[in-house]
C-alpha cells in the first residue's frame, strides 16, 4: 500500500502543476466602440472579459505631441467586462527632441481620465503601443517613466520581435508587462511572402524568447487585406480583404494556386479604381497558421503565456470555425 501512496502522490502535484489555460482575450481597433451582436456573441462563447480598446494615437502636429481621433464609445453591452486602454504613440514623436514628455504624460494622463470620465469607466491597466528604436528609445522610456509615477495604472507595453533579439541593444521598457506582437513581420510587396505572418522570419527571432527577461503575453493577428499593385509596385491595402471575398469578385481571376489574382477588367472596389493588368494579393491568416503560431512560441517561451489577444474583433474573426479558438488556449 505504502508503495502505491508513493505513487500515487508524484502524479498528483505534476497535476497540481500543470499551466493552467491562457486567458484569450481581444483588441478593439476602430474609432467608434460598439459592441454588435455576433461580437457579443463571439465574446459570450470564449469567456472573453478583457478588451484592449485604443483609445487614442499620439501624433506629431506642427511639431508638438497631440492626442489624436480619440475613441468614442457606446458602452451599452460592457456590463462585466475589464476595459484595458491602448494608447499608439508613433515613433516620430519621440524622435523630435523639441518634445517634452513630462507634458505629453500630463497631457495623456488627463486625456485617458477624460475618456473615463464621459463613459463612467474605471480602468486599472494602459498598455503603450510604440515601436521605439535606438534613437527614441531614451525620451519614450523616460516618457513611461514619468506616466508611470504620475498614474497608479499597471503598465503595459507592446514589443515586437526584433526589440527580443536584440534587447540588450533596444532596450526594455520600464512596465510590469510586455505583450509580444506575433505578426507584422515583414515587408509589404506585390507578390512576396506573406507580411503578416511568415514563419520562416519568425524563426529567426524565436530563440531569443528564452532570454528575455520582461513577462509576456501574447497578440496573434486574425485579420487579412488585400495587397493592391500596378506594374509590381504596391499602391495600397485592401483592409478586411479575403481571399473568399476575392473569389466572388468576376473581375479577378486567380494566378494558379497562388494567394494572387490578376484584375481582368476594371472595377471599382472601397473607393479605388482597379485596373485591367493590377495584381491583388490577399493576406490572410488560417487556422493552420495560428496553430503553428502557437506551437511555436510555446516551444520557446521560458512558460507559457497567461493571456493570449485576438488582433483584432472584427467581421473576419467570425469566419474561423465554431470554437476553434478554444483550441489556442
Given at each position: 500500500m505504502r508503495k502505491v501512496l508513493y505513487l500515487f502522490f508524484p502524479l498528483f502535484w505534476a497535476c497540481q502543476q500543470k499551466q493552467a489555460p491562457a486567458q484569450l482575450s481581444v483588441y478593439y481597433w476602430k474609432t467608434f466602440f460598439r459592441l454588435e451582436a455576433p461580437a457579443q456573441q463571439f465574446l459570450q462563447d470564449y469567456h472573453i472579459q478583457r478588451l484592449?480598446?485604443?483609445y487614442c494615437d499620439i501624433i506629431l502636429r506642427e511639431g508638438e505631441a497631440v492626442p489624436d481621433a480619440p475613441v468614442e464609445m457606446d458602452t451599452t453591452h460592457l456590463k462585466g467586462k475589464e476595459i484595458v486602454p491602448v494608447i499608439y504613440i508613433k515613433n516620430e514623436v519621440f524622435l523630435n527632441r523639441e518634445v517634452s514628455v513630462e507634458q505629453l504624460s500630463e497631457r495623456l494622463s488627463q486625456y485617458i481620465a477624460q475618456i473615463n470620465r464621459t463613459y463612467k469607466l474605471s480602468v486599472s491597466e494602459v498598455q503603450l503601443d510604440c515601436d521605439w528604436s535606438l534613437k527614441s528609445r531614451e525620451p519614450y522610456f523616460e516618457f513611461v517613466q514619468r506616466f508611470k509615477?504620475?498614474?497608479p495604472y499597471r503598465l503595459s507595453a507592446t514589443i515586437r520581435l526584433h526589440q527580443v533579439k536584440y534587447h540588450h541593444t533596444t532596450g526594455i521598457p520600464p512596465v510590469e508587462e510586455g505583450v509580444l506582437m506575433y505578426y507584422n513581420m515583414g515587408k509589404i510587396t506585390a507578390t512576396g511572402a506573406n507580411a503578416i505572418y511568415d514563419r520562416a522570419t519568425a524563426q529567426k527571432y524565436l530563440s531569443a524568447l528564452r532570454d528575455y527577461p520582461l513577462p509576456l503575453r501574447v497578440a496573434l493577428p486574425v485579420f487579412c487585406?488585400?495587397?493592391?499593385?500596378?506594374?509590381?509596385?504596391?499602391?495600397?491595402?485592401v483592409s478586411g480583404m479575403s481571399s473568399a471575398q476575392a473569389d466572388t469578385l468576376r473581375q479577378l481571376s486567380r494566378i494558379g494556386e497562388?494567394?494572387?489574382?490578376?484584375?481582368t477588367q476594371a472595377v471599382p472596389y472601397q473607393g479605388q479604381l482597379w485596373q485591367k493588368g493590377d495584381i491583388i494579393k490577399i493576406e490572410?491568416?488560417?487556422p493552420s497558421d495560428l496553430q503553428t503560431m502557437k506551437a511555436d512560441l510555446f516551444k520557446y517561451m521560458k512558460q507559457p503565456p497567461k493571456e493570449i489577444i485576438l488582433y483584432d474583433l472584427n467581421t473576419h474573426i467570425y469566419t474561423y470555425e465554431k470554437d476553434f479558438f478554444k483550441k489556442l488556449r
Amino acid at each position: 500500500m505504502r508503495k502505491v501512496l508513493y505513487l500515487f502522490f508524484p502524479l498528483f502535484w505534476a497535476c497540481q502543476q500543470k499551466q493552467a489555460p491562457a486567458q484569450l482575450s481581444v483588441y478593439y481597433w476602430k474609432t467608434f466602440f460598439r459592441l454588435e451582436a455576433p461580437a457579443q456573441q463571439f465574446l459570450q462563447d470564449y469567456h472573453i472579459q478583457r478588451l484592449y480598446v485604443r483609445y487614442c494615437d499620439i501624433i506629431l502636429r506642427e511639431g508638438e505631441a497631440v492626442p489624436d481621433a480619440p475613441v468614442e464609445m457606446d458602452t451599452t453591452h460592457l456590463k462585466g467586462k475589464e476595459i484595458v486602454p491602448v494608447i499608439y504613440i508613433k515613433n516620430e514623436v519621440f524622435l523630435n527632441r523639441e518634445v517634452s514628455v513630462e507634458q505629453l504624460s500630463e497631457r495623456l494622463s488627463q486625456y485617458i481620465a477624460q475618456i473615463n470620465r464621459t463613459y463612467k469607466l474605471s480602468v486599472s491597466e494602459v498598455q503603450l503601443d510604440c515601436d521605439w528604436s535606438l534613437k527614441s528609445r531614451e525620451p519614450y522610456f523616460e516618457f513611461v517613466q514619468r506616466f508611470k509615477a504620475e498614474n497608479p495604472y499597471r503598465l503595459s507595453a507592446t514589443i515586437r520581435l526584433h526589440q527580443v533579439k536584440y534587447h540588450h541593444t533596444t532596450g526594455i521598457p520600464p512596465v510590469e508587462e510586455g505583450v509580444l506582437m506575433y505578426y507584422n513581420m515583414g515587408k509589404i510587396t506585390a507578390t512576396g511572402a506573406n507580411a503578416i505572418y511568415d514563419r520562416a522570419t519568425a524563426q529567426k527571432y524565436l530563440s531569443a524568447l528564452r532570454d528575455y527577461p520582461l513577462p509576456l503575453r501574447v497578440a496573434l493577428p486574425v485579420f487579412c487585406w488585400g495587397v493592391h499593385s500596378v506594374a509590381g509596385e504596391v499602391t495600397h491595402l485592401v483592409s478586411g480583404m479575403s481571399s473568399a471575398q476575392a473569389d466572388t469578385l468576376r473581375q479577378l481571376s486567380r494566378i494558379g494556386e497562388s494567394n494572387c489574382y490578376l484584375v481582368t477588367q476594371a472595377v471599382p472596389y472601397q473607393g479605388q479604381l482597379w485596373q485591367k493588368g493590377d495584381i491583388i494579393k490577399i493576406e490572410e491568416i488560417t487556422p493552420s497558421d495560428l496553430q503553428t503560431m502557437k506551437a511555436d512560441l510555446f516551444k520557446y517561451m521560458k512558460q507559457p503565456p497567461k493571456e493570449i489577444i485576438l488582433y483584432d474583433l472584427n467581421t473576419h474573426i467570425y469566419t474561423y470555425e465554431k470554437d476553434f479558438f478554444k483550441k489556442l488556449r
